[in-house]
């Protein structure tokens, strides 16, 4: 039996079929992972993920390529997936650690903008940019339309926008 009718009869539901399929291209998947992960264990947990994925999805085959090109393109796109969340993970983990920092360096000068940092660490950038330069470095909207490249009354909408949800934030903080 090839490779087809093999691909077939797992479309069918031969779960023996879809198993034997499975098989075949195991190695072969997890020298691709080792390859582009550079780490064994990585590369074994993708090669599972990519089995089920596999599995939860061998009625999305459509025969075009060949299924073990199919199998490296869901285990590529699991990998960069992985590195997106990764990369994620990190940047939050550098940000909280970069907030507690100056939360406690604004505690031991007794600085009263503790709780607005909370605040305004929640906001996105294109929310927080405008609103720190307009409150706390006294910026003209047009001057931070320009810093920003973005147009005046933009700015004027993100700064309002964003007043009203530090306002409603600390009022909460505040348990009014």
């Known amino acids: ?11 069918k539901g031969d779960t023996l079929a879809l198993s034997k399929l499975l098989q075949q291209n195991y190695s072969f998947l997890v020298k691709y992972l080792m390859k582009v ?41 699991l990998f960069i997936d992985q590195q997106r969340r990764k990369k994620r993970e990190k940047n939050w983990l550098e940000q909280e650690q970069a907030l507690r920092k100056m939360k406690w360096n604004a505690a031991n000068m007794n600085e009263e903008w503790i709780d607005v940092l909370d605040v305004l660490a929640q906001m996105n950038e294109e929310i927080r940019l405008p609103i720190v330069l307009k409150h706390y470095y006294g910026y003209s909207y047009e001057e931070i339309g320009k810093m920003m490249g973005i147009a005046e009354g933009t700015v004027k909408s993100r700064v309002s926008n964003g007043l009203k949800s530090v306002r409603k934030e600390l009022a909460e903080l505040e348990g009014v």
């Open 1 to 11: 039996m090839d490779e087809k009718d093999i691909i077939r009869k797992a479309k």
């Open 37 to 77: 992960t550079l780490h064994p264990q990585i590369a074994e947990d993708l090669t599972q993920e990519t089995m089920m994925k596999c599995i939860e999805k061998i009625q999305l085959y459509n025969g075009e390529s060949k299924f073990s090109s199919w199998l490296i393109t869901i285990a590529t796109n």
